[in-house]
């Protein structure tokens, strides 16, 4: 390809409306151009990036014996009816009427459409089990659209819908998945982990996101560097520390803390450890009486964990500050277990402490020395709050690290959720009728350029991995136009990289140097070589990868050799150079 | 590919509610299945098809230079109401409002959208010309949508727009689509013809169909076998016979004519051929006149070339049985042109005729020997008829013949229609702003695919041209289960189609011959290979193409190398086998 039949549209200044840094840099680079809030045009520039991704994920995916095929993306709202989800879906479900007043979605999803391909077109054990999965263009409609592909109105998904006659080979197929998305996310050239997303009832298999690793997400991962575990933070267990409860030492002590209302107030004011703290937090029972939480000073309550414990009123309920003054004699801030009456919880970390420090359910006074059974009874003891870095894994394998992730990917195990309301049934061996075991597997397939962007990117733009970039190198002549001999050897080197097989792009703009260098760091591209007359009369050319600090200048042949190794390298290697 | 990995869904019997036969033959063969009216699922089988046919479509794209992009299918009204089609799109247009009540469309057409992409990045003539395209789902509320993939609602277009500085450069990359185009039809093993469908203003060059020839088409073409001469039937030129008038021989004579209604109870009554009969249609004037047209017996009239003459009320309105009585003194059936006073038109072919017979203009009678000049006054000529099987080509190189068609891509100079509305300029060399010429270039990538079948099938199913099968070709086991030896002959055969490229499916159903071949029929796949036992024994391969009456039994390595070598021939050779 060469630029000026094609159709390069950077910008020089960042767009206003632009919020997070892929979202901007994606505008700038001329990837994406916004049409309407969270609908965009896929340039030809983006839409290359876009080709390759998919490319990979259909690639994968037909590795994995899963069939392609392709629903419509407007469906009749009785299959929703059928599901129940015509009701449960909030507005971000599409609807509308078409002509002749019948009712319509635009699917953000396609698990209907799909239960009842399933059910009309599979009869027989015989015919299972069967994945489809389809490339398709979605659409959600976002209250607040932002965050460029992120969260646009308008995407495209690889969604698959898997069905088996047991739960044994949904689980065959779930593992298979799961394989299939590391392989996926690996050959894209991403740093990512595959996170468990649900602690329930099937041994923790029932659901795992694949997270882009990224400063910028809004997700906080806790995962073991020492082993494959990794968990959405609020998901992640906290185990209870080695060892048993050191016996007490100080004496119960009352002290005046005039003021102090936090914890931070607390450590500051008696000049101790937050690890010698603990802190007080006072929910409603289902029957609306307080129940007392401990936790040491430094942790942060997990109301997941907290609302799931039997007794407690789920949603999650504080109390207010009028039952707890009822119920404690004092108000937040000097709340502690010693001569509380009611219900009390303390986390499995407060259950291994001793000599610590709580209110004294006395407004501006704090106990030191508090011991559990010498100066309150034994309470009930549970996880309760959230990991932190630090922790042993709950796979026994290292202690937990913490991260920001981007959710790019999600498997799931939808058991027979649909196909029960859908009737969608098959003849088992004995020729009984029962429900397919289904399961569900996503990739935001828009999204990945955002999320890799997220990852991958410096002060001047983007750094594409090699899999995904627009173009895999780009040639730039210095001078051109003035020097014959650079043209030449500029459309040389052009054509020794395409027909090495490598995507290049030739830029004959004839910009000057800066501009055309700032575009394609803007835009990228893993390889620039640079062809310049002062080059030529020392037969050599200057490559530079993107993440290099530095040209190399190497003789032509030599540098052609090493940036055609560098990018098969990239493209077919498990590993990657983050 | 295995067909028990796969998926084959062939219905016994046609479908209840489909009317042609494509749409019978594509949901029995299992390439698509409905979800609602107008709205199909692809099945993994249909889906292999319509990849194929993407493919080679946007192969030939950018070969030609444009540039694919991607735009929403969602699109803010803005821009319909910008360019007026907002106001005068019909009910085909599916309008919606979001969930803050914005309206949207779901595009059945990107005209606005790519104007307003252009006209943001496109600043100057240096930046142009400009190419773009999109494979994509669009959407159009058909108030009945019918026969299949042919009209349906949601349906796979291949849109491209060009955008040029002058006219002269719109023309070029119009003949740049118009080759581009006949090699898209011809590499997808079609039998097709580029149709002039404007014989306006341009030269007859502003606007192309190419249809797909098939009997069960809907429109008509007349087109010249040895030239590239073709035409909508309505829009072909029909030229004046070669030579002069005859001189008159007969005498005028008025004949009774009792019961005779029509052309053809006169030709019977007066035992003449039509080609001796001139019969009248009276239509209004743009004053509400009648004006008294003239054909020959045996012509049909042509409403368009009628209603775009001088003084002709547009549209082409017919005067009352009334209004013909008060003018005429008889009524339809017995009217002429001997004796009437108004204006008369004579149909090209008509001028050139003597002797001939109408209406008397009183009931129940006709005049014989009626020449022109003679016996009325010399009347307007015109073009007024279609044009039949054998008449001149209007290119002057040839005679016309007719066939029909289906209509699958389509060229047009929009020219600045868009531009001028919104504001789509550019400046020019000298500096000035001027609106961009456009053009636009689409293709029904879906409709393809029933248009194929419309074309090619017989009574046992579809006969996929190679280029688009969604196999290449078949290896049928006979007797697999109970012969280790077939088994492994078939997977053999297989293998080595597979690795010579061949897109080959391996039936390992183990269904019985009748149905297992009724199947493969059915869904057309181009080459059967059959093993059996019987064969193996021989050491030969039963082989046949889909076209074929017969099998051909050959040993095993000549009819692996003569399945490959036709496959290789037909997607490659611009010839093909219709």
């Known amino acids: 390809m060469k630029a000026r039949q094609f159709f390069i549209a950077t910008l020089k200044e960042d767009p206003s409306d632009a919020e997070i840094v892929s979202q901007k840099l994606m505008i700038r680079a001329g990837f994406i151009k916004k049409v309407a809030a969270g609908i965009y045009t896929w340039t030809p520039l983006g839409l290359r990036s876009l080709r390759k991704v998919e490319a990979i994920v259909r690639e994968e995916m037909n590795r994995a014996g899963a069939l392609e095929l392709l629903m419509p993306a407007v469906q009749p709202a009785e299959l929703w009816q059928e599901s129940g989800?015509?009701?449960?879906?909030?507005?971000?479900?599409?609807?509308?009427?078409?002509?002749?007043?019948?009712?319509?979605?635009?699917?953000?999803?396609?698990e209907e459409v799909?239960?009842?391909?399933?059910?009309?077109?599979?009869?027989?054990?015989?015919?299972?089990p069967k994945h489809f999965y389809q490339i398709q263009t979605k659409f959600r409609d976002e209250i607040r659209p932002r965050f460029g592909v992120m969260r646009a109105r308008e995407f495209i998904m690889k969604d698959g819908y898997s069905f088996h006659a047991s739960f044994a080979d949904l689980e065959r197929e779930y593992r298979n998945m799961y394989d299939t998305y590391t392989r996926i996310f690996t050959r894209l050239g991403l740093e990512f982990?595959?996170?468990?997303?649900?602690?329930?009832?099937?041994?923790?298999?029932?659901?795992h996101e694949f997270h882009v690793i990224a400063e910028t997400g809004e997700d906080t991962i806790a995962y073991c560097?020492?082993?494959?575990?990794?968990?959405n933070v609020e998901l992640a267990e906290?185990?209870?520390?080695?060892?048993?409860?050191?016996?007490?030492?100080?004496?119960?002590?009352?002290?005046?803390?005039?003021?102090?209302?936090?914890?931070?107030?607390?450590?500051?004011?008696?000049?101790?450890?937050?690890?010698?703290?603990?802190?007080?937090?006072?929910v409603e029972s289902e029957g609306g009486e307080p129940v007392l939480l401990l936790l040491r000073g430094d942790h942060e309550l997990n109301e997941i964990k907290a609302q799931k414990l039997p007794g407690i009123k789920n949603p999650l309920t504080f109390a207010s500050e009028a039952a707890i003054r009822a119920a404690f004699g004092a108000g937040p801030g000097s709340l502690g277990p010693v001569g509380f009456n009611g219900r009390i919880i303390a986390d499995r970390t407060v259950a291994k402490m001793a000599d610590f420090v709580t209110g004294a359910n006395r407004d501006g006074y704090h106990y030191t020395g508090v011991n559990i059974g010498r100066d309150f009874p034994e309470p009930e003891v549970a996880d309760l709050r959230n990991v932190v870095a630090g922790d042993p894994s709950p796979d026994g394998k290292g202690v937990l690290a913490l991260c920001k992730g981007i959710e790019v990917g999600h498997i799931f195990q939808l058991r027979t959720k649909y196909s029960e309301a859908m009737q969608c049934t098959f003849l088992d061996e004995t020729g009984a009728e029962r429900p397919m075991e289904m399961g569900c597997y996503g990739?935001?397939?828009?999204?990945?350029?955002?999320?890799?962007?997220?990852?991958?990117?410096?002060a001047r733009g983007i750094?594409?991995?090699?899999?995904?970039?627009?173009?895999e190198a780009v040639v730039c002549p210095i001078g051109a136009t003035k020097s014959p001999a650079v043209a030449e050897a500029a459309e040389r080197i052009y054509r020794a990289l395409s027909d090495a097989g490598i995507d290049v792009i030739l830029d004959d703009r004839n910009e000057r140097p800066g501009a055309m260098f700032a575009d394609w760091e803007l835009i990228g591209v893993p390889w620039r070589l640079v062809v310049s007359e002062r080059g030529l009369s020392a037969g050599t050319v200057e490559i530079r990868h993107r993440r290099a600090a530095d040209n190399m200048v190497l003789p032509e042949a030599e540098a052609l050799a090493q940036v055609i190794a560098a990018i098969r390298n990239a493209k077919t290697g498990d590993t990657h150079a983050t």
Chains 1, 2 share one sequence.
């Open 193 to 207: 982990r595959a996170v468990a997303a649900d602690t329930g009832s099937i041994g923790g298999t029932g659901s």
């Open 443 to 458: 990739i935001g397939v828009t999204r990945i350029l955002g999320a890799a962007i997220e990852q991958n990117h410096d």
């Open 238 to 282: 906290a185990l209870a520390p080695q060892g048993d409860r050191p016996e007490p030492t100080a004496p119960l002590t009352e002290v005046a803390t005039p003021g102090v209302k936090t914890i931070a107030d607390l450590v500051a004011f008696l000049e101790i450890p937050i690890e010698q703290t603990v802190k007080a937090v006072v």
């Open 225 to 231: 560097p020492t082993s494959d575990y990794a968990a």
């Open 463 to 471: 750094i594409w991995p090699e899999p995904i970039a627009p173009f």
């Open 114 to 128: 799909i239960a009842d391909f399933a059910r009309r077109e599979i009869k027989s054990y015989k015919q299972l």
């Open 85 to 110: 989800r015509w009701t449960f879906y909030g507005p971000e479900l599409l609807r509308f009427k078409d002509r002749h007043e019948r009712d319509f979605v635009i699917g953000p999803t396609h």
